[in-house]
C-alpha cells in the first residue's frame, strides 16, 4: 500500500459544479495536511494548510481531515475553468518532510 | 517579492550524459529542497538543505546524483551518468515556513 494515495481522476466538471478531491494515507502519524495546485508546466503552489482534524475554509475552498478515518478531502465550490489544474495533497509530521499523493487532474468545462 | 528562479527550463540530454540545474531561492529562505516529480506522479524529495547543511538526502540516488548549496543561498543539483529512468521535471523549492516552489526543469532522457 503506498503511503498516500490519491484518486486518479481525470476528472471533467461543468462550470459551477461542487467539485470533491480525496486522499487516503496510511501512516497516523502525520499531523500536517496540505492541497497544493498545480497548473500545467509550473511548480506546486499551496492552497489550503490544515492541522490534525477538523474543517477549514478559504473562499470557495474548503478543507477536511478526518484522522480517524486517515482521509483528507478538498471541497471547490461554484468552480470555475481557473480552477483547471492538477491538485496534490500532501502531509508531513513535524520535523519530517512531505509525501505528497500522485494527484488529481481537474477539467473545469465552461 | 520574486520567487523561486530555476534553470534550464527544459534539457535533453541522451543517456549516460551529465546534467546540471540551477535554483535560486527567495532571499533570506534559509530551507531549499530538490524534488523529482515523474509523469503523473506527485513530487519526490530529493534533499533538503538548511542552508548549506544536508539536513535529509535519504532518498538521493547517491551513485549518480549530487547536490551542493555553497554559501546557503544558490543550490546546483547535478546527474552523472543520467538513466532514461531520471526523465522528469526537477522542481526546487525554498521554505520558511511554507514552500514555495520554482517553475522546475523538464529533463528529457533519450
Known amino acids: 500500500q503506498k503511503e498516500v494515495e490519491q484518486d486518479p481522476g481525470p476528472l471533467s466538471v461543468p462550470e459551477g459544479a461542487i467539485v470533491s478531491l480525496n486522499c487516503t494515507y496510511s501512516?497516523?502519524?502525520?499531523?500536517?495536511f496540505m492541497w497544493y495546485r498545480q497548473y500545467s508546466r509550473k511548480g506546486p503552489e499551496l492552497l489550503m494548510y490544515?492541522?490534525?482534524?477538523g474543517n477549514k475554509e478559504d473562499g470557495r475552498f474548503t478543507a477536511q481531515v478526518d484522522k480517524s478515518s486517515k482521509y483528507i478531502s478538498l471541497f471547490i465550490r461554484d468552480s470555475q475553468p481557473s480552477d483547471s489544474a492538477t491538485y496534490l495533497c500532501?502531509?508531513?509530521?513535524?520535523?519530517?518532510?512531505?509525501?505528497f499523493g500522485p494527484g488529481t487532474r481537474l477539467s473545469v468545462l465552461p | 517579492e520574486a520567487g523561486v528562479a530555476q534553470s534550464p527550463r527544459y534539457k535533453i540530454i541522451e543517456k549516460r550524459q551529465s546534467v546540471a540545474f540551477w535554483c535560486n531561492p527567495i532571499?533570506?529562505?534559509?530551507?531549499l529542497y530538490w524534488y523529482q516529480q515523474i509523469l503523473g506522479q506527485g513530487p519526490k524529495l530529493l534533499i533538503q538543505?538548511?542552508?548549506?547543511?544536508?539536513?535529509?538526502d535519504s532518498q538521493l540516488p547517491k551513485d549518480r546524483f549530487s547536490a551542493e548549496r555553497l554559501k546557503g543561498v544558490d543550490s546546483t543539483l547535478k546527474i552523472q551518468p543520467a538513466k532514461l529512468e531520471d526523465s522528469a521535471v526537477y522542481l526546487c523549492?525554498?521554505?520558511?515556513?511554507?514552500?514555495?516552489f520554482g517553475p522546475g526543469t523538464r529533463l528529457t532522457v533519450t
Open positions: 523549492a525554498s521554505s520558511l515556513d511554507e514552500q514555495y
Open positions: 501512516n497516523s502519524a502525520f499531523q500536517y
Open positions: 490544515t492541522y490534525s482534524s
Open positions: 532571499s533570506g529562505h534559509a530551507t
Open positions: 500532501a502531509m508531513m509530521n513535524y520535523g519530517q518532510n512531505f509525501v
Open positions: 538543505f538548511q542552508n548549506n547543511g544536508v539536513v535529509d
